[in-house]
Structure formats: C-alpha cells, structure tokens
C-alpha cells in the first residue's frame, strides 16, 4: 500500500510540473528553417548553385545540371519519342520483315536470347541494332562533336551560359527557349510510358498506340 502511495505522488508531481511557469531565460528562440519550396524557380537555381560549390572540378566542364546536360537529355528524348512512333508505324504497315520470328540460336547465338534458349523476335533484332547504332552516333557527337553542333562538354574558358530557369520564356519557332520546353515535355512523356509499361505489363508500342486510339494498327 506505501508503494502504491509513492507511485500516485509521483505521478501527481510530473503532472504538476507540466503547468509551473517557466522562467523567460530560459527560453531560447529557434529561427526557423528558409527552404525554397520545390514548385518554386529558384530551387533549381539554387540546386545548380550548390552543384557547382561542392563539385568544381566537375561543373567547369559541364558535368551534372547544366544547360547542356538538359539540352542534350531533351534530344535524346525527342528522338527517342521520333523512333518509337517510327517504330509503331513500321509495324502497323509490315514494313519490318518477319516481324514475329524468332531468331535462329545456332546462327545468332547468345545474343539473340533473352533468357535460356528462348530468342528474341526479328522485330525487336532490328529496333535493338537501330538504337544501339544511334547510341554510337551520339556518343561520337559528344566526345567528338562537329564544329556546327552544340557540345556536351565544356571548355573552363567559356563563359557560363545561364539557365532557362522553371518555365522558359514563351518564344515560338526554332529557338532555344521552344527546344528546352519540347526537350523537358519528351522526357516526362517517355517517364509516363516506362511507368505505363511497369505497371500494366504491356509492350510500348502497344500503349503507344492505344494512346492514339489505334492510329498506327
């Protein structure tokens, strides 16, 4: 019973202790935190701001947010949508041959099996080898690029070329602003395909082409 009476004054004094004044000396005014919310624009300058304090050596020639970055990823986005609604069309119109037939093991090999002996179809042969022929393009044009092209890469004694921040300027025809813009809508379309493709199991051009109420087959 006394230990039973220990406990309740206990629990009498912390519950009391709750509602003893605290002493203004005590108190200490914590300054809150200023982020940029994400929907801002200035959290992408601000992001590329901090990229280029913590990795110098890397953003002096261009690596990670750059304009060039973004400039070269909206390209391969552009044309990557440009080959897949080529690709649709081809096989609507049997314009790829065979476009079902799997390939022979013993003249391909390994290479034409995805998992086991079982092989991939003529189809998916000739838009692998197409874009494997278009990777090797583009990496030729970044490490060696003409002199009429845009560089991936950098040179340290160029002058920053400034961004085109959250929303570009509204600029109709062949202009950069209208290039970024295009750029950005093609790699969250192909964003929304992929996870399209995850989520309801079917090929690209399956969706694709549902997506154009069966325009190409």
């Not at 750059?66 to 391969?76: D, I, M």
């Not at 003529?122 to 092209?149: D, K, T």
């Not at 920053?160 to 379309?189: D, H, S």
Request: proline letters at 6%; charged letters at 15%; hydrophobic letters at 45%.
């Amino acid at each position: 019973m006394a230990m039973f009476k220990k406990i309740v004054v206990f629990v009498l004094l912390g519950a009391a202790s709750a509602f003893t004044p605290v002493s203004k000396a005590s108190t200490k005014a914590v300054a809150p935190v200023q982020s940029t919310p994400l929907g801002y624009p200035e959290v992408y300058e601000e992001a590329v701001s901090d990229w280029e304090n913590q990795f110098p050596q890397f953003a002096k020639y261009g690596w990670g947010p750059s304009v060039q970055a973004e400039k070269w990823n909206g390209r391969h986005a552009m044309f990557g949508w440009f080959f897949i609604c080529a690709s649709a069309y081809c096989k609507g119109h049997g314009l790829i041959p065979d476009a079902d037939m799997l390939l022979d093991l013993k003249q391909w090999g390994t290479l034409a099996t995805i998992s086991g002996k079982t092989t991939i179809t003529n189809e998916r042969a000739i838009v692998l080898i197409a874009n494997a022929h278009f990777f090797a393009i583009s990496l030729m044009a970044a490490f060696c690029p003409p002199q009429f092209g845009d560089t991936l890469f950098k040179d340290p004694s160029d002058a920053k070329v400034e961004g085109y921040g959250y929303m570009p300027a509204l600029k109709f025809g062949l202009t950069e602003e209208a290039e970024i813009v295009n750029g950005r809508l093609a790699m969250v379309g192909l964003m929304a395909l992929i996870m399209t493709t995850a989520i309801e199991g079917k090929p690209m051009l399956d969706i694709v082409n549902e997506w154009v109420g069966g325009a190409y087959y």
